[in-house]
């Protein structure tokens, strides 16, 4: 048995100490990576403006207009991708600081969602990559007036498509959201079912918000929505039987 009497006034230091060994950790996984990735930075941006310029008009390509551009625009699209690559570990030294301080039922929903949750925010970065990129600039560069250029900065799609990377990361992580509203308290499973008209016409108000205002491209985005609010509602459901299988078999 520990003896608090010997602790007085450390364990708040303790704390401290232990979170900035951590954040030193995590931002030594980023250096690692962004030093590895560094050296292929045009080539990293050239695959990241892909989907653009493979729709751009014949003879037409994109500028830099800032004199640092060339340069700063592919570091930043390392440095953010250098963070999005070492996400696992982040998360996991997020993990190693918390857990202690958790119940063993709380570990168990922890462990699943912090990586069902890196996987989605994955999948939807992914997603707008492959799927909604192609749509959306095949539709904003046929959309130009004629004699118009689309000529398109290079810091300015950077910035545009790590909005949108985020964006559809977070719209992907729809089920973690109803699984903790559901095990918070929040709400309840059968209310969100009952709202589910609701759901469907909100997430094709955000698949407009998100996209170009084409149906193609909005129903893109609201299905695969739709259907994360249904696996959400599912996952929601097996933790609360097992949370009842638990409250029912009486600790040994």
Known sequence: MNDASNDSGQPLIAHLLELRNRLLKAMAAISVVFLGLFYFSRELYTLVAKPLMQAMPEGTSMIATGVASPFLAPFKLTLYLSIFVAMPFILHQAWAFVAPGLYRHEK????????????????????????????????????APEGVAVTTDISSYLDFVLALFLAFGLAFELPIAIVLLVSTGATTVEKLASARAYVVVGCFVV???????????????????????????????????EKQKQQETPDP
């Open 207 to 241: 698949g407009m918000l998100l996209t170009p205002p084409d149906i193609i491209s909005q129903t893109l985005l609201a299905l695969p929505m739709w259907f994360l609010f249904e696996v959400g509602l599912m996952a929601a459901r097996l933790i609360r039987r």
């Open 108 to 143: 168990r929903l922890a462990i699943p969602l912090l990586g069902s949750s890196v996987l989605l925010f994955y999948a939807g970065a992914a997603f707008a990559y492959f799927v909604v990129f192609p749509l959306m600039f095949q539709f904003f560069t046929a959309i």
